[in-house]
């Protein structure tokens, strides 16, 4: 239901006299976020910016919360979300109002005290412009606030700011071609602008980062990652130096290197630090992988002057042969080598943590964080030669979906008073291997920068878990895809609390002030990107993969009563009549190859239900009329504005030939060979 922006601020102004919180605070000046402020508001009462400051280290210096209380911690108040994707964002609390953001880039102001919602936009993203967007959509990592105004990324390339008091769009910007990319990272604000990038790398989109005006939305300054097309001419001298890095026939086909998650703001330099993702790795026609040359700027850390956009150093994490991804920078002063350094912190997914010098990019340490490299363990889980070094996510047919390292985007944290680095991490399982238990596990870890070794570790049994908050009170929290919400020492890593939610966690939990109260809050729901394209095994529990999409409040002394989700399982539906053997063969290899699997996860198995409304439904449990109009979604283009493109014609990014009719009824037999699977496990079961 749309409201007229006079109503929607009767009602918030309603709704704020009601909870108690101060109008000038909380709608007169909501939103008032600046430069001073994030240096001076040290309180920890608000979580201003992403990391909860510019250094991004995931800390507070809230201490009402500690080792000695953690444990008489309870729910406060809890919000249901309506998203049938999850929720993987980090929210941000500005003066009492908490902002958040769901797939489709849905926007909450909530009532930090309460939970109660004081407004709720949707920018109506759309999903039928290409299948970079279409994923991209079902993914939002947070907002930026910035002097009253939200800004929130979107799956079809827009940059969109809200007013923080009414939620009212007050404009947008192009950020990327919809065509090709989509936004799901978190844009960052300061100095004035928004810097945002986008994702694609996989798609061979070009990456680059971009800085708008707060304030109106202009485009101030880019920065291309990688080189387009030398015939078309370089955008920089840089970007001229870059294209020298490449070799090959049509090499600037290949694309990669986007920006999207990772981006810091470094005040004490006024540096922006951004990690860049791989080339394409993919073959190609021309062989791209085999080629020599550094690929500029492809997975590095590159920093540039945050007003303008130029150069100013870069470390590349990746080598020609070995492509990696670099993930959250944290800004930290640590003492090396007998004195002070200002340096910025960062573990790629090569399961390597660097240190390198914020101001000049001079490497410090490189440490790996686990074992490198292939291990005999796990033989038949995929190639020996890996793009990345330590874990591998899945058996071999996984891999032909990608090999996953040690580390992903979910941010890690560093308290400055222990001088430990807590991460998660993907890590080898350490001890026996159940029946049936996949040889890899997630891990928290804490990890000492300057003795570069780990001071203890905690093991999950989830491969992928939420990001990570610390805390002055020598708390550690950290949600995980189990749907437990736990809270650690951390200084020994002893649970000292922990939450079932009955809902995966793959978003961030921040900490703030209200009424004089610290509250914890954590979004739950099982969510990301992994959820399309890995198996659900690795990235929840046949529990939490059902479970609601919530935000929860925590203090020490609530007890409100949680509605713990009740599990349903749904019906797999008598599918259609078996097809041959070697239709369903074919058809596996063409579900790799048109990328059915990047989005129905690599078995066609999406999470155990049809959903509808923004989600991406599993295969398994398609309904007949689905199998009806077989063609007319995959040729016809039907389900388009669900996100679902047609295949009849070439798809320039990615790359993707144009389906026959023959292929798509191999496909089809796929997915009823699956859909038979489950049907006559789920009939087993009820016996």
């Not at 209380?69 to 929720?87: C, I």
């Not at 964002?89 to 500005?94: F, G, M, S």
């Not at 029946?435 to 203890?456: E, F, I, Q, S, Y």
């Not at 007949?624 to 669900?642: C, K, M, N, T, V």
Request: a neutral charge; hydrophobic letters at 40%.
């Amino acid at each position: 239901m749309t409201i007229a922006s006079d109503v929607r601020s009767a009602l918030v102004l309603a709704l704020l006299a009601f909870s108690g919180t101060s109008v000038d605070a909380a709608v007169a000046g909501a939103g008032l976020v600046s430069d001073e402020r994030v240096a001076t508001d040290t309180s920890g009462d608000n979580w201003l910016v992403k990391g909860g400051s510019y250094a991004q280290a995931q800390f507070s210096p809230l201490a009402q919360i500690n080792a000695g209380n953690a444990g008489r911690l309870g729910l406060a108040w809890l919000l249901e979300v309506n998203s049938p994707s999850g929720l993987t964002a980090e929210p941000l609390v500005v003066d009492g109002t908490i902002y958040l953001s769901a797939p489709r880039s849905i926007v909450y102001a909530i009532d930090g005290a309460t939970g109660q919602v004081r407004w709720t936009y949707d920018p109506k993203v759309r999903l039928g412009l290409s299948i970079e967007g279409s994923s991209a959509a079902r993914t939002s990592r947070g907002v930026a606030v910035w002097q009253g105004k939200v800004y929130v990324g979107t799956g079809d390339c827009r940059l969109v700011a809200i007013d923080a008091a009414s939620g009212v769009e007050a404009w947008q910007a192009r950020v990327c071609d919809a065509a090709q990319a989509g936004v799901t990272g978190a844009p960052r604000v300061a100095r004035g602008k928004v810097y945002v990038g986008y994702s694609g790398a996989d798609s061979h989109v070009r990456g680059s980062i971009a800085a708008f005006d707060a304030a109106t939305g202009r485009e101030v300054w880019r920065f291309w990652t990688v080189p387009g097309d030398p015939a078309k001419g370089f955008e920089s001298r840089t970007v001229e130096f870059a294209a020298k890095t490449w070799s090959g026939p049509d090499w600037w086909r290949q694309g990669g290197g986007t920006v999207w998650d990772p981006i810091t703001y470094d005040a004490a330099t006024g540096l922006l630090l951004f990690g860049t993702s791989k080339a394409f790795l993919d073959d190609t026609p021309t062989g791209q992988t085999a080629l020599p040359g550094a690929k500029l700027f492809s997975g590095s850390i590159v920093a540039v002057r945050a007003d303008t956009g130029e150069y100013v150093w870069h470390y590349q994490t990746s080598t020609p042969e070995r492509q990696t991804e670099n993930f959250h920078i944290v800004i930290a002063d640590l003492p090396i080598g007998g004195r002070t350094r200002h340096v910025a912190m960062s573990a790629a997914r090569n399961g390597t943590y660097y240190v390198l010098d914020a101001a000049t990019g001079e490497l410090l340490s490189a440490t790996p964080l686990v074992r490198q490299g292939f291990p005999k363990a796990l033989a038949g889980w995929g190639p020996e030669q890996m793009d990345y070094p330590g874990v591998v996510l899945g058996g071999a047919e996984d891999c032909a979906q990608g090999c996953f390292g040690v580390r992903n985007w979910w941010p890690m944290s560093y308290d400055p008073r222990t001088r430990l680095t807590y991460i998660p991490i993907m890590d080898l399982r350490r001890g026996p291997r159940p029946p049936g238990a996949l040889p890899m596990v997630g891990r928290l870890v804490a990890w000492d920068p300057v003795a570069r070794r780990t001071r203890w570790s905690v093991e999950h049994p989830v491969i992928v878990n939420s990001g990570v908050l610390s805390t002055a009170g020598g708390v550690v929290f950290q949600g995980q895809g189990t749907g437990e919400f736990a809270a650690y020492a951390a200084d020994t890593g002893r649970q000292l609390w922990s939450f079932r939610t009955g809902s995966a966690i793959n978003g961030t939990p921040v900490t703030y002030r209200a009424g004089g109260e610290q509250y914890v809050i954590v979004p739950i729901g099982w969510g990301s990107i992994f959820r399309l394209f890995a198996t659900a095994s690795m990235t929840s529990t046949e529990e939490s993969r059902y479970g609601p999409a919530r935000l929860l409040a925590f203090r020490v002394g609530a007890h409100l009563p949680y509605p713990y989700p009740a599990g349903v399982e749904t019906q797999v539906p008598r599918p259609p009549e078996r097809r041959p053997a070697a239709a369903v063969r074919r058809g596996e290899e063409l579900a790799g190859t048109y990328g059915c699997t990047g989005c129905h996860s690599p078995r066609l198995e999406g999470g155990g239900r049809w959903v509808l409304d923004g989600g991406v439904p599993d295969l398994r449990y398609a309904p007949a009329d689905i199998h009806r109009d077989w063609y007319a979604i995959l040729l016809g283009g039907s389900h388009r504005e669900q996100g679902m493109l047609s295949f009849a014609a070439p798809i320039e990014k990615p790359p993707t030939p144009a389906m026959t009719p023959a292929e798509a009824d191999d496909i089809q037999a796929y997915v009823i060979d699956r859909a038979w699977a489950a049907y006559e496990a789920q009939q087993r079961a009820h016996r």
